[in-house]
């Protein structure tokens, strides 16, 4: 199989489906507009969108605007790779930033395969969800419209999948049918239980380790509440060390204030006086290799985010093994199950999400349990060697379907 590729950044949520795909023989070319860190082998061609949105538009439609814009890009790219004898078979695309716009129409013939997100929504799920009263009519119609790329790439494919079943039912009732639930799968061999392999962060060996990891440090994933419960945690018990890896970035949600700098300063500055910054240890983004020992150097875990979209961090810590405490929000609810393979808490509540810690800092038994049905919720429903398989037939069928 030809197959085309495309995503805002190489690989993204490609990570394992385009380099397995090149491993077994078929002809990959990856198109992004951030093609640093690409893997060995895989073709990969980079996207400059001709300009930036203009200020002029309206607020409403800039986010459009740089989608079409990078579509444009790919749109000519892959007009160029045809041009020089490539006929892909399909193409695939990341869909709600534009690459896969207008690749149907670069190759006509081919299947098409869109890979989708998130279905923007003003109430109910993740924008009002911290605070209701700071969604106004203004918000309510740039959140509306902040879907209309989406709309008219799940147009363009011929098929349509989502991660989990929660984020595929965010979409209007008579989208879903084109939508399949389909998760990018977890390498559960390398995330799996066992001794770190680096050094453990320079930790005391009687430290009682509790940990949080995020792309961004930020509300969205419940940073504010986290560092909270860790003001509480701290007063109680003396033993506790507390691990916080992630960027400063804000990924998702607003911005904080711009004289704060980051969410992650404003937060530490305002519950500064409340922490022992000595038992508080915060790294920036890591590798894979060091958050999975970062897993497995843990004694409790915790993952917090308001409605939106599950961060692979929390299946790939649940495949390690870590007792878990998590937000009792639903797209976690379809994956942790309280008491059964993690423990839930309300992460707009501080006390609730230490209480949960110590219960399992607490009960090393129960912790074990946990840890235990954690990874095997994983190997059992996210295996990538499983996803893999339903990713090449789905492909397959995408093909036969196409041509």
Known sequence: MRILFAHRSVVGHFIHLAPALVAAGHEVVFLAAETEGAPAGLRTVGLQPSRQPHASTHHYLQPLERAVLLGQAAFRAARSLAEAGFDADAVVFHAGFGPGLYLKDAFPRAGAIGWFEWFYEAHGTDADFLDPAAIGPDDELRIRTLNAGTMVELAACDRAVAPTEWQRGRFPQP?????QTLHEGIDTGFFAPGLPETAAFGLPEDAEVVTYVARGLEPYRGFPDFVRAVAIL???????VVVLAGSERTWYGPKPP????????????????????????ILPFLPQARVRDLFRRSDVHVYLT??????????EAMATGCALVAADTPPVREVVEDGRNGVLADMRDPAAIAAAVERL????AEARRLRTAARATILERFALERQLIRQRQLLEQVVRSGR
């Open 175 to 179: 989208f879903r049918t084109k939508l």
């Open 258 to 281: 711009p004289a704060a700098g980051s969410w992650r300063q404003l937060v530490l500055d305002r519950e500064g006086p409340e922490l022992d910054l000595d038992r508080l240890v």
């Open 234 to 240: 701290q007063r109680r018990r003396p033993r506790l």
């Open 306 to 315: 308001v409605p939106f979209v599950l961060s692979w961090s929390v299946l």
């Open 361 to 364: 800092l607490d009960d090393r």
